[in-house]
């Protein structure tokens, strides 16, 4: 969407505090021993007690509340019976609706011990959303993100997850500009515009480019021993530094 009112801002301001709250509380919950089922039911009590409601499950009636991803699982993990273990890299996916807004975000965190290539995982990821962030704004190319993640990525050392990728947000949880691609594409002519409402995910990852749908129809997974972390933010395109809906 496109924002054409203060309302829709404010809208969008309280929509974007609720899912990062709601994240912030789920990694500060995550403990070994905890199944993801039941890190998933910490998540959908938060958001009710906001009164807002989960993106995936109201749009796409997905089999929980929020997106809970271990290890070789990169994205769309779906909560259930699965234990979390000390050195997991787990990833969570918070989006949510409120008042007909919708908010994206994301973190990835490893449950200690961790090791030295997982820690450079987590902080290369991070940097690439902070230079994704410092870059857009209006005006720009839209394939400018992509170059600022791939920058980071060539630079530490690391994959681009390439069928994985940001997508415009506001009113549903998909909608235009779909394929915020996280690497460079010469040929998107696409322009960000003042006002437009995007969501921002790079997923680095160690071994692979590609994930593919696992049996459940959900899962995205990468090659065996591949380990991948993501962050993500809501933000609004303005002149100068964009808004950021899903910053604490």
């Known amino acids: 969407m496109t924002i054409e009112s203060d309302q829709d801002l404010e809208h969008l301001k309280v929509i974007g505090r609720i899912v990062a709250t709601t994240l912030k509380t789920m990694m500060s919950s995550t403990e070994p021993g905890m199944t993801t089922a039941e890190l998933d039911l910490i998540g959908k009590q938060l958001l009710e007690n906001y009164g807002a409601r989960s ?21 769309h993990g779906i909560p259930g019976e699965r234990v979390i273990q000390p050195g997991d890299v787990v990833n969570i996916d918070v989006s949510a609706e409120k008042n007909g807004y919708f908010a994206d975000t994301g973190g990835s965190f490893v449950v200690p011990p961790s090791s030295a290539l ?9 940097l690439a959303l902070e230079e994704a962030c410092s870059y857009a ?17 060539k630079q530490k050392g690391f994959k681009i997850i ?20 996280g ?29 593919n749908e696992a049996d459940d129809g959900w899962t995205l997974t990468g090659k065996a021993g591949n380990l991948s972390a993501q962050f993500e933010h809501t933000m609004v395109i303005t002149k100068g530094k964009p808004i950021i809906l899903t910053a604490l």
């Open 137 to 153: 704004s209006a005006r720009k190319p839209i394939n400018g993100i992509g170059r600022s993640i791939q920058q980071v990525a």
């Open 55 to 75: 993106a995936p499950k109201l749009s796409y009636d997905f089999p929980g509340y929020t997106c809970i991803s271990i290890n070789e699982e990169a994205a």
């Open 118 to 126: 997982k820690d450079r995982l987590l902080h290369a990821t991070r």
């Open 162 to 181: 390439k069928n994985l990728c940001g997508h415009g947000v506001g009113k549903s949880l998909h909608e235009a500009p779909k394929e915020i691609h």
């Open 183 to 211: 690497f460079y594409v010469q040929q998107d002519k696409r322009l960000l515009k003042e006002g437009m409402v995007i969501a921002v995910e790079p997923f680095l990852s160690t071994k692979s480019q590609i994930v």
